[in-house]
């Protein structure tokens, strides 16, 4: 068992609201990546957050944004919803220098 | 940049057969790679890494992936497949110091038939 927990594991939301995701990364882990699984697609790398700040970011717009916080957990924040947003969100921790991440069960979101 | 290309989509197999998974990358700089499963409804799971010295590299559930430099490949490979097996995988290259900034490839279903 990883110990990366996501939450929600379902969510729709309509065209051009927000939305705010979370993760609770495995204990002892201060490093968190989010990536986005489209349908049929593998993960892309969104943004990685060390120790409160971001610490690289992939090809998304800034309507992307995120948040680490003193524990480690994280939030995945997304404004004005479009309908290819719809996806998989998954989230890893890390510790800083391991080379292997944990990922959590992602969180579904729908877009209508 | 990065890139990693799974050549296979799909990859239908019979129970207890052996079975490939082709990767390939491309990357100018030198690279730690992975291999990743993923179920129905559920995360990543860590098969294994390659991050240096021996070519050959045993993961769990008697999975392995032979790394080549030459070819800028890291297939995986398993002698005898189970329906467990049945899954998404994915191969993964992020370069040193990038840990958990991971590309990752398409992805390859198997279907592994009784």
């Known amino acids: 068992e990883t110990g990366v927990t996501q939450s929600p594991t379902h969510l729709i939301k309509t065209r051009g609201q927000q939305v705010t995701l979370r993760c609770s990364s495995q204990?002892?882990?201060?490093?968190v990546s989010w990536y986005q699984q489209a349908l049929g697609q593998g993960p892309q790398f969104i943004f990685q957050?060390?120790?409160?700040?971001?610490?690289g970011r992939g090809n998304f717009p800034p309507r992307f944004s995120g948040l680490q916080f003193p524990n480690y957990s994280s939030e995945l924040n997304v404004n004005a919803l479009e309908l290819d947003d719809s996806a998989l969100y998954l989230c890893?921790?890390?510790?800083?220098?391991?080379?292997?991440?944990?990922f959590g069960q992602g969180t579904r979101l729908t877009v209508v | 940049a990065q890139s990693v290309t799974q050549l296979d989509s799909q990859v239908p197999v019979f129970e207890e057969a052996p079975v490939e998974l082709r990767c390939n990358y491309s990357?100018?700089?030198?690279?730690?790679l992975f291999w990743y499963v993923q179920y129905p409804n559920q995360g990543l799971q860590l098969l294994l890494k390659?991050?240096?010295?021996?070519?050959l590299v045993k993961g769990i559930n008697g999975f392995e992936a032979e790394f080549n430099k030459s070819q800028t490949s890291f297939h995986l490979r398993k002698p005898s497949v189970h329906i467990s097996d049945t899954a998404e995988y994915f191969c993964?290259?992020?370069?040193?110091?990038?840990?958990?900034?991971?590309?990752f490839g398409a992805g390859t279903r198997l279907a592994v038939h009784p």
């Open positions: 890893a921790s890390s510790s800083q220098g391991n080379t292997e991440a944990f």
């Open positions: 204990s002892g882990h201060n490093t």
């Open positions: 957050y060390y120790r409160e700040e971001e610490n």
């Open positions: 990357s100018s700089v030198s690279v730690y």
């Open positions: 390659y991050l240096s010295g021996s070519t």
């Open positions: 993964a290259v992020t370069g040193p110091g990038g840990y958990n900034k991971l590309i």
